[in-house]
Each structure stands twice: as structure tokens, then as C-alpha cells.
T-cell receptor, first 112, second 112 residues
């Protein structure tokens, strides 16, 4: 079972920042927070991951609270192409044999 | 070049038949996975495999078997197909100790 909880859906206006929350209150010390997204009918796509420090890449920023019990994925300037289901996943780094355990995710809808 | 490819993209077949789905990755990754996404859009890990071990999700019927002719391929064989096997199947790969899984485009299996 997924160790994360996310709101089932969110709306965001195009051009605005989309902030997607995730709770992972039972995260273990060796587990990282990963974010993936699935655009309709496509395979999931990796976005970003982090352990305890905030992370940023060309796609998004990840803010992890100091107690590591929750995090927020930020898409700084959302576009229509960012409409997708976003999954927050906790997993040991280099989990290898352990596949990804997907929850229900958040369906983010970017409004024009 | 596509990093992770699957064939066929669509597969329609009758109950009781045996079918295979092929997966190839050209990333040089060590670990490959199969996931199933059902009609309610839940994504679940089925298998993970590298040259050392096969990990099988305990909920997967033994009618499903992964076969790896070489490091770049992990094919999924399904015997005696049932209506409930209808789903989208995704292949993925990851380098050992890596931080990101790459997914294929999916194979939509319909069992009539």
C-alpha cells in the first residue's frame, strides 16, 4: 500500500504556480520522496526526488518539511501540457528490486 | 531513439489464449519492471528483474511470467487469458542504484 496521501484533484490557472501537497507521515529515515506524473494514456514520467533538502530541476521544485512528514511539488509556471495525474512516492534510494508503489495521485487540471 | 519500447501497443484477444508483450530498453539499465494499470487507473508493480533476481508481487497469478532473453529485454508472457487481465501494461527500467525509472508507452490488452 502507498505510504502517501494526496488530494484527488486540483485546478490551477495557466501561467500560475501549481503547488501539489503530499503527506508521508510514516516515511523512514532511508526513504526518499519521489514525484512522477502520468499524462493521459502515456507511461509515467519521473519529475524529481529528494531526501530532506529542497530540490529544483528544470521541471519543478520539491519542498520537504523539516520533519519530512510532508512535501510540496511546485510547477512554477503551469502550462496546459502539465495537466496530468501526479504521484508522490516514498522509496529507498536506488530501491532496485522494490518497484514503485503508486497511490491514487492528484489529478492536476490546468485551466486556460 | 526511444529509451523504453513496448510491442504491441494494442492487443485484443479471446479468453483462454496465450499472449506475449515485448519490452526493450536501450539505456543499459540493470533492472526492469512490469506494472499493470487497471480500469480504475491504479498502477501496481507486478515484477522486478535484474540479472540476479526476480521479485514477484504476491498478488500476480502464476499465469503471468516474465522472461528475459538478455539484459535489454524483459518480455511478459500470459497464459490462459481472463477477462480481468484487461488493462494497460507498462514496462520500465532503472540503472542499479539509480534514482529514476523510465517507462515505456504501455500496451493496452483487451480480453474478450
Amino acid at each position: 500500500d502507498a505510504k502517501t496521501t494526496q488530494p484527488p484533484s486540483m485546478d490551477c490557472a495557466e501561467g500560475r504556480a501549481a503547488n501539489l501537497p503530499c503527506n508521508h507521515s510514516t516515511i523512514s529515515g532511508n526513504e526518499y520522496v519521489y514525484w512522477y506524473r502520468q499524462i493521459h494514456s502515456q507511461g509515467p514520467q519521473y519529475i524529481i526526488h529528494g531526501l530532506k533538502n529542497n530540490e529544483t530541476n528544470e521541471m519543478a521544485s520539491l519542498i520537504i518539511t523539516e520533519d519530512r512528514k510532508s512535501s510540496t511539488l511546485i510547477l512554477p509556471h503551469a502550462t496546459l501540457r502539465d495537466t496530468a495525474v501526479y504521484y508522490c512516492i516514498v522509496r529507498p534510494f536506488g530501491g532496485g528490486a522494490d518497484g514503485l508503489t503508486f497511490g491514487k495521485g492528484t489529478h492536476l487540471i490546468i485551466q486556460p | 531513439d526511444t529509451a523504453v519500447s513496448q510491442t504491441p501497443k494494442y492487443l485484443v484477444t479471446q479468453m483462454g489464449n496465450d499472449k506475449s508483450i515485448k519490452c526493450e530498453q536501450n539505456l543499459g539499465h540493470d533492472t526492469m519492471y512490469w506494472y499493470k494499470q487497471d480500469s480504475k487507473k491504479f498502477l501496481k508493480i507486478m515484477f522486478s528483474y535484474n540479472n540476479k533476481e526476480l521479485i514477484i508481487n504476491e498478488t500476480v497469478p502464476n499465469r503471468f511470467s516474465p522472461k528475459s532473453p538478455d539484459k535489454a529485454h524483459l518480455n511478459l508472457h500470459i497464459n490462459s487469458l481472463e477477462l480481468g487481465d484487461s488493462a494497460v501494461y507498462f514496462c520500465a527500467s532503472e540503472r542499479e542504484g539509480g534514482d529514476e525509472q523510465f517507462f515505456g508507452p504501455g500496451t493496452r490488452l483487451t480480453v474478450l
